[in-house]
């Protein structure tokens, strides 16, 4: 299959494709997502060849008008009201009972659903222009880190896909925060740039599920099916190191003589460095790591050589626990904590 390349004037081609069943990647302020229209199982399933994504693995449901909200869902309670009052449109997703009209293709087999409202404008035209509530996953190869830039959907999905709409890059970097309401109390689920902290001011009894920062463990049941799955690894492999600059620096340093030691690190890391490096961003500034992130992991493996990735992990508060949650991930859980930290 030919990948059409289209711009962000050409929304209503890519709208004509979702209309016949094709997938069109598109860009959201997050990461680019894969799009099908949410209502049509064959269209639904297609996302899931082009990704090789499991089949239980459930889609997000993109709106562009809170309306359309409810025909989606079987209640859209007052706590899940107040999130999408404070927070839509933009990076959160809630997960609620779903409506009949949700193929379980699309809900990966659940009674539930994951609705989001984005806030990108070629996104909102593209399912104003289709019609329909559109299913979007992020538009990489299952298990590969997420598409930040049109280069990366390329690589990933070229000649898989109907169409990529050029948006140039996304705007956060990393994905949606994934709140459950059908739990209660609420659950994050999967961290994202509405932090636990907003999220709180409305809700304050709100939880964050512990597998956010650590693995399952073998008799825990995922409460979201993502949570199972490897995820955001890159080829090479990574460890995630927790401790201040100098802590990190030194442990590293001292791995100058292995074959291949490379150093994922914060701009204040890179000086005292003495192996090669890619830094994603300032120390403090999780909203710069979130827009780099990604983009590091996939230039990482475009270099030749490198055998492993020393990477230096933010402070799990505010956006920094979105970060702190992809690179554990990335990671595979293989975490050092430096002493004294
Ligand atoms: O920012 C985003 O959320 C992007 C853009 C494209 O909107 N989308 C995205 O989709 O990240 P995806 O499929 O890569 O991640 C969705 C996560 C998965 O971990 C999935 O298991 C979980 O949300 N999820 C979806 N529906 C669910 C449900 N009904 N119950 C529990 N978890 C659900
Ligand atoms: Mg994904």
């Not at 087999?109 to 409202?117: C, K, P, Q, T, Y």
Request: charged residues 20%.
């Amino acid at each position: 299959m030919k990948t059409k390349i289209l711009s962000a004037n050409e929304v209503q081609i890519a709208a004509d494709i979702l209309n016949f069943g094709g997938l069109v990647a598109v860009p959201t302020e997050t990461v680019y997502g894969l799009a099908a229209n949410a209502l049509n199982p064959t269209a639904v399933k297609k996302i899931f060849k082009a990704k090789g994504r499991p089949c239980d693995n459930p889609l997000i449901v993109h709106i562009s008008d809170i309306s359309q909200i409810y025909g989606l869902v079987k209640e859209f309670p007052e706590s899940a009201k107040k999130l999408a009052e404070a927070f839509w449109p933009g990076a959160l997703t809630m997960i609620l009972k779903k409506s009949d009209i949700v193929p379980f293709e699309t809900s990966g087999g659940l009674d539930s659903v994951a609705i989001r409202f984005p806030s990108n404008e070629i996104m909102r035209n593209l399912i104003r222009l289709s019609g329909k509530p559109l299913a979007a996953p992020s538009a990489n190869l299952s298990g590969s880190p997420s598409p930040t830039k049109l280069s990366h959907v390329i690589k990933d999905l070229d000649g898989k896909i109907d169409a990529i709409l050029d948006g140039g890059n996304c705007k956060f970097g990393v994905e949606s925060t994934v709140i459950s309401m059908i739990t209660s109390p609420p659950r994050i689920l999967r961290p994202g740039t509405v932090t636990p902290e907003q999220i709180k001011s409305v809700l304050p009894d709100v939880i964050i599920d512990p597998a956010v920062t650590k693995g399952l463990n073998k008799n825990d049941v995922a409460l979201s099916p993502g949570m199972k799955y490897k995820h955001y690894a890159p080829l090479v492999s990574v460890i995630m190191i927790n401790g201040s600059s100098e802590a990190y620096t030194n442990y590293v340093n001292n791995r100058v003589d292995d074959c291949g030691t490379f150093a994922l690190c914060f701009d204040e890391d890179t000086k005292k460095l003495s192996v090669p490096f890619i830094s994603y961003g300032k120390e403090n500034d999780y909203l710069n790591q979130a827009t780099l992130f990604f983009d590091s992991l996939r230039k990482i493996d475009e270099l030749n050589g490198i055998e492993k990735v020393y990477a230096h992990c933010p402070k799990p508060t505010g956006v920094g626990l979105a970060v702190y949650n992809r690179l554990i991930r990335a990671a595979g859980f293989n975490v050092i904590n430096l002493d004294n930290y």
